[in-house]
């Protein structure tokens, strides 16, 4: 049995499988062949690992990718797969509340909460330390999911006041987060990759709610982390 180092998820894209390391701030893939050997060393059966398979264990676990150790790891448990069903585009444009001065304020120290974290080496590897603490300090049966729209409608009214387009869809997602986390309110963001050319795509959900995407753009790409 291998067990998945900490900072290392993954999701399979056809016939090859993609790697996420947040430490690193990189993905990389198996091939076909070497995919099915990774399958295999996911299985929890007690038969005996071909040659292939014992293989790649040796050389992920020499990179820092898998461990023997329980104690060092986790399961090699993909991600929840379940494509979403509903965005906030789809929702009438009449229903979305005005933005008011403490909202904008809220989305101004969100950004300045951001920035700090900019500033230090790695983004996605101090951000999603910070992502985790910031839901820990919620109460995870009160998931105010309504409220999660209507401050999400908000904070896309914002946005292009604080914001540019060139931003990346991580920083954007990442803000949108914090901003609704100073309402103490609870979100998910999703980080998916798909192949064919290679791209990784990051948003905010609720209860399978996008809350900053349009459906379509977000289904193009299967889960690989969320938190």
Not at 91 to 96: H, M, T
Not at 134 to 145: E, V
Request: aromatic share 10%.
């Amino acid at each position: 049995m291998i067990y998945l180092r900490s900072h290392i998820h993954f999701c399979q894209l056809g016939n090859v499988t993609v790697f996420m390391d947040i430490r690193a701030d990189r993905y990389f893939s198996l091939p076909e062949i070497a995919s099915a050997a990774f399958t295999e060393l996911c299985a929890p059966t007690g038969t005996g690992l071909s040659p292939q398979a014992q293989s790649l264990a040796v050389r992920l676990e020499a990179e820092n990718v898998i461990t023997r150790d329980p104690r060092l790891g986790r399961p090699p448990f993909e991600p929840n797969t379940e494509r979403f069903k509903r965005s906030i585009f789809d929702l009438p444009r009449n229903a979305f509340s005005a933005p008011g001065a403490k909202d904008a304020i809220l989305l101004m120290l969100s950004v300045s909460d951001l920035r700090l974290l900019n500033r230090q080496r790695g983004f996605l590897p101090t951000l999603l330390p910070r992502l985790s603490a910031w839901k820990a300090k919620m109460d995870p049966g009160n998931q105010r999911h309504q409220d999660a729209i209507v401050q999400a409608q908000k904070f896309l009214q914002l946005a292009p006041w604080f914001i540019s387009s060139r931003d990346a869809c991580l920083y954007r997602s990442a803000l949108l987060v914090r901003y609704l986390a100073r309402r103490s309110i609870p979100s998910q963001l999703n980080i998916g990759v798909r192949a064919a050319p290679f791209s990784a795509h990051c948003w905010v959900s609720s209860n399978s709610l996008v809350l900053n995407d349009h459906l379509e753009t977000v289904n193009e790409f299967r889960p690989i982390f969320s938190v």
